[in-house]
């Protein structure tokens, strides 16, 4: 997995709540089944992307869309209003903004399974106070003022206008995010652990054994 | 360790296999459903690792998603259903997993299969790669809905990673009057706490109304706790969830059911059990509940009437509601009931099962659906359809004018066969209202089986304690 250390990019405003992963990875009955568009190769997601807000049913760009526009269609960093990637665990919705390029999201509230999705795919979800993400939802609309700077190491978001962000996250994930390391292999050191707590749970609950279910 | 009396603590501290320093916890998961969509990128990785998958009899392997329910002709399933199939098929096989191909009498919706089979059972750790996992909780489990590669680190370690969740209890207080099911308590309380108010929560459903509850209509309320956001929906087992469980498949029997009963009695919130947050709603005069925007926490009673971003709480939502309406094509004080409708689903995760389909029945008795209204049901599994024909409901669906069709996912989510045209507005018993879901610029009104066959018959959306 591709590290995050720190990111100054462009960041594009999405002022709406409950931006859910219907919006960001919209199903085939709503885009169709178009040439350019994939449902299994995450690589391949990129014009999947947000595709009803991006795409006219024709396939043509809609120019209102702010990723259509310049500075923001080279954004790596969303800013959206509460309750981002809520709705279902389709990790395709991380993909395909990876494959456009997205590094970072930024809302006061997040969807839980896409806020953890997120981890696994090297994007940094950032959670900050209603307050200072509209700051940010104002500033990053004027393409003047649209970079920002995300610094996972120091934890703070920097916006144009000097204002400097602090956020949480969890350690275990940050360290992963951080060094790029691969979960897995990091939760297989435990195996040994892991074997111990089952053999203990299985003797405790016997019904569950595999001869018996 | 915070450490509690609550089911979800006795439940989480039975599975705790360490702690990190950071107090995230690693949790051993006993149970594992997949289905074909999405399950491809989890065994690509698995296998491009060169890992494998310990203890895969705890796996249950069952297609549901991308699927046409309407024929499942060799030619209707070419492409990518096909593919998809095929590669579920060749995966399980490999790694050993239990696998209900597609023409088992057994296939359908894993949240249905899983329960229906006793595979789901009180006491213990589910996850699937899928959200709606959350339905598994009715039985007093602790499920988790988790993205590909999440799934992809249970299926190898066996475990996962997590920090223990605040807790909510939300009662439920009073009888629920006639017609009132688990849809309608679950969008009252999706309207009360706000389809965000569950982040973060593992939230307990209890109360009088919960206590006289089926197992189908506790099973559609914790499958939509994750609508409120919630990691994890669950209701303590009692009487109802073993007399359901007993007998089932893979439901222990014998000496073996009788230690695991002793058991699962203990998993109920102590009388002391603290709540991070409590929630009361008394259900005692709850009228169905329909949805009138683009979040399932844009719902009114059927006897209400869609409101006015004016007497929104603040700006913010003053603007979501603004935008739900100009999606739906509603004005402000329009009366839900008279809101015209001409596409009727009934199916999903949430509403396919056997009682949902013999509520919808009773109200399409003896009754036609109103002109120009495109209806269809799809039993959640094959053993619902095959109980449903048994008792000649299928009958009473074909008569009415409802196509009868094969279980999947269906018109749940705007897959390739079924969805909305753009513009078409939908009674649906599914879950998600969200913008473009079912379809592109389609328009979803999240109601009960019951309220959806209502709505079927008139022509638009229509209070059902009018058919009693
Ligand atoms: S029925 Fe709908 S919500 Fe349930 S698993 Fe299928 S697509 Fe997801």
Redesign the pocket.
């Known amino acids: 997995m591709t590290p995050f250390t720190t990111l100054r990019a462009v960041a594009a405003p999405l002022p709406i709540a409950n931006i859910s992963t219907d919006d960001i990875f919209p199903g085939p009955g709503a885009t169709g089944l178009p040439a350019g568009m994939s449902f299994s190769d995450p690589a391949k997601m990129g014009p999947n992307a947000f595709a009803v807000m991006r795409w006219n049913a024709d396939g043509s760009p809609r120019p209102d869309f702010i990723l259509n526009r310049s500075p923001w269609d080279t954004a790596q960093i969303i800013v959206a209003r509460d309750n981002f990637g809520c709705g279902?665990s389709r990790e395709h919705a991380v993909w395909c903004m990876a494959a456009i390029g997205m590094r970072c999201v930024i809302a006061p509230s997040f969807g839980d399974i896409f806020y953890g999705n997120c981890f696994k795919n090297g994007m940094l979800p950032v959670r900050l106070p209603v307050e200072q993400v509209e700051r940010l939802l104002s500033l990053t609309a004027a393409p003047e003022t649209a970079t920002l700077n995300v610094d996972l190491t120091a934890q703070t978001v920097i916006d144009a206008g000097g204002g400097v962000h602090r956020f949480e996250v969890d350690a275990y994930r940050r360290d992963l995010l951080l060094n790029g390391l691969d979960e897995i292999e990091a939760s297989l050191r435990a195996g040994p652990l892991i074997e111990a707590h089952d053999a203990a749970y299985c003797a405790r609950r016997p019904w569950l054994r595999a001869d018996t279910a | 360790m915070k450490g509690g009396n609550t089911t979800y603590d006795k439940i989480w501290d039975d599975h705790v296999v360490e702690e990190l320093p950071d107090g995230t916890a690693r949790l051993l998961i006993d149970r594992k459903l997949v289905?074909e969509a999405g399950s491809v990128q989890v065994f690509r990785g698995i296998r491009a690792a060169g890992r494998s998958i310990p203890n895969p009899e705890r796996v249950l392997a069952v297609p549901?998603?991308v699927l046409p329910t309407h024929d499942r002709s060799p030619e209707a399933l070419a492409g990518m259903p096909a593919l998809l199939l095929e590669e579920l098929e060749r995966n399980s096989r490999d790694f050993g997993i239990e696998h209900i191909p597609l023409f088992d009498e057994r296939q359908g919706?894993?949240?249905v299969v899983g329960p229906e089979q006793g595979f789901t059972l009180p006491g213990t750790t589910i996850v699937c790669h899928?959200?709606?996992t959350a339905t598994h909780g009715a039985f007093g489990a602790l499920a988790f809905g988790v993205g590909a590669s999440e799934f992809e680190h249970i299926m190898v370690t066996q475990t996962l990673l997590q920090r223990r969740s605040d807790t909510m209890r939300i009662g439920f207080d009073g009888v629920a009057p006639a017609w009132i099911g688990g849809k309608d308590l679950i969008l009252a309380a999706i309207g009360t706490i706000g389809a965000r108010g569950g982040t973060g929560y593992a939230i307990e459903f209890a109360g009088e109304a919960i206590a006289a509850l089926s197992m189908e209509g506790r099973m559609t309320m914790c499958?939509m706790a994750i609508e409120a956001g919630a990691r994890v929906g669950l209701i303590a087992p009692d009487e109802t969830t073993y007399r359901w469980l007993n007998g089932r498949p893979k439901a222990p029997k014998g000496a073996m059911w009788e230690q695991a009963l002793a058991y699962w009695r203990t998993l109920p919130s102590g009388r002391d059990a603290r709540f991070d947050r409590e929630v009361l709603l008394d259900v005692s005069a709850l009228a169905p509940q329909v949805t009138w925007g683009t979040s399932p926490e844009h719902v009114v009673g059927i006897d209400g009437r869609v409101p006015d971003p004016k007497d929104a709480g603040d700006a913010a939502q003053a603007d979501a509601w603004t935008r739900a309406l100009d999606y739906m094509g509603l004005a402000p004080g329009t009366a839900m009931a008279d809101v015209a409708v001409s596409r009727v689903f009934i199916?999903?995760?949430?509403n396919?099962r056997i009682e949902d389909l013999r509520s919808a029945a009773a109200v399409l008795k003896g009754r036609k659906i109103a002109d120009g209204v495109h209806a269809f049901v799809s039993p959640g599994s094959g053993l619902v359809k095959k109980q449903a024909e048994a008792e000649g409901l299928d009958r009473i669906f074909t008569e009415a004018g409802f196509e009868w069709r094969l279980p999947?996912?269906?018109m749940?989510?705007g897959?390739p066969f079924d969805s909305l045209k753009p513009g078409e507005r939908c009674a649906s018993t599914?879950?998600?209202n969200f913008e473009n879901r079912q379809g592109r610029d389609g328009r979803t009104h999240l109601v009960s089986p019951a309220m959806a066959a209502a709505a079927a018959v008139t022509g638009r959306l229509a209070d059902v304690r009018d058919y009693l």
Do not use: E, K, P, W
Not at chain 2, 347 to 350: F, K, M, R
């Open positions: 279902s | 289905y549901d998603h919706i894993a949240h899928d959200s709606h499958n199916g999903s995760c949430t396919s999947g996912c269906s749940c989510f897959g599914s879950n998600r």
